[in-house]
C-alpha cells in the first residue's frame, strides 16, 4: 500500500524560492519515478516535472525548465521538489505523484498536497 | 501543445445520469483517463484506458472515447458523486495533460 505524506504548507514571498518534500512508503522506493504536479485554484493539474528514483534522472516541463530541481534520498524514502523566483502565479497545492509504470500515462496514487502561498 | 477542454459545470438530478465530456484534437487516438476530486482532496482515478475502473470504483462509472470527445457517464447518480471531475491524457509533446474540470452538481 502506497503511503505519502508530503510537508505542511509555506508562505514566500515573490523572488523567493521553495522546497518540498515527500516521504514515501508501502513500496520499493527505486522501483518508482515520482512526479510533482500542481494545481493552482480553480485550475486542474499541471505537470511539472518527475524523477526516477532509481538512477536519478530527471525530466522537466518546459515550462518550469531552470526553475524547478527535482531530487531524491533514498537513505530517506524523500523526494523533495524546490521552485525557484517564486511569483504569484505560483501559488497553488502541489502535489507528488509515485508510479511504477510511467508509460501508463495515468495515476493511482497521490500525495495529500501541499499548499504554496506566494505573498507579499 | 494539446488541449484539453471540459464544461465547467454539469447537473444531475438524483438518481439519474450526468455525462461529462472530454473534447480534443483527435482525442479517440489518446487514451484517456478521468479523476474525481472533492473539496480539499487529493484527484482519486475514477478511470483509466477510456474505460477500465480501478478496484474499488463502482460500476456506476463508465466511459467512451470516439473522434474528438471522450466521456465520462455516472449512472444512478448519488449525492456523493458530486465533485470536480477531470480527464487526462498522455501527448507525446506536451506529456500529461489535463482538462480544466467539471463540477459537478447532484439536485
Known amino acids: 500500500q502506497v503511503h505519502l505524506v508530503q510537508s505542511e504548507a509555506e508562505v514566500r514571498r515573490p523572488g523567493a524560492s521553495v522546497q518540498l518534500s515527500c516521504k514515501t512508503s508501502g513500496y520499493t522506493f527505486i522501483n518508482y519515478h515520482v512526479l510533482w504536479l500542481r494545481q493552482a485554484p480553480g485550475q486542474g493539474p499541471e505537470w511539472m516535472g518527475l524523477?526516477?528514483?532509481?538512477?536519478?534522472?530527471?525530466k522537466y516541463s518546459q515550462k518550469f525548465q531552470g526553475r524547478v530541481t527535482i531530487v531524491r534520498d533514498t537513505s530517506a524514502n524523500r523526494v523533495y521538489m524546490e521552485l525557484s523566483r517564486l511569483t504569484y502565479e505560483d501559488t497553488a497545492v502541489y502535489y507528488c505523484?509515485?508510479?511504477?509504470?510511467?508509460?501508463?500515462?495515468?495515476?493511482?496514487?497521490w500525495g495529500q498536497g501541499t499548499l504554496v502561498i506566494v505573498s507579499s | 501543445s494539446y488541449e484539453l477542454t471540459q464544461p465547467l459545470s454539469v447537473s444531475v438530478a438524483l438518481g439519474q445520469t450526468a455525462r461529462i465530456t472530454c473534447g480534443g484534437d483527435n482525442i479517440r487516438d489518446y487514451s484517456v483517463h478521468w479523476y474525481q476530486q472533492r473539496p480539499g482532496q487529493a484527484p482519486t482515478l475514477v478511470l483509466y484506458r477510456d474505460v477500465n475502473r480501478p478496484s474499488g470504483i463502482p460500476d456506476r462509472f463508465s466511459g467512451s472515447n470516439s473522434g474528438n470527445t471522450a466521456t465520462l457517464t455516472i449512472t444512478r447518480a448519488q449525492a456523493g458523486d458530486e465533485a470536480a471531475y477531470y480527464c487526462q491524457v498522455w501527448d507525446s509533446t506536451a506529456a500529461w495533460v489535463f482538462g480544466g474540470g467539471t463540477e459537478l452538481t447532484v439536485l
Open positions: 505523484v509515485p508510479t511504477r509504470d510511467i508509460l501508463s500515462g495515468f495515476f493511482e496514487d
Open positions: 524523477i526516477n528514483a532509481g538512477n536519478t534522472k530527471t
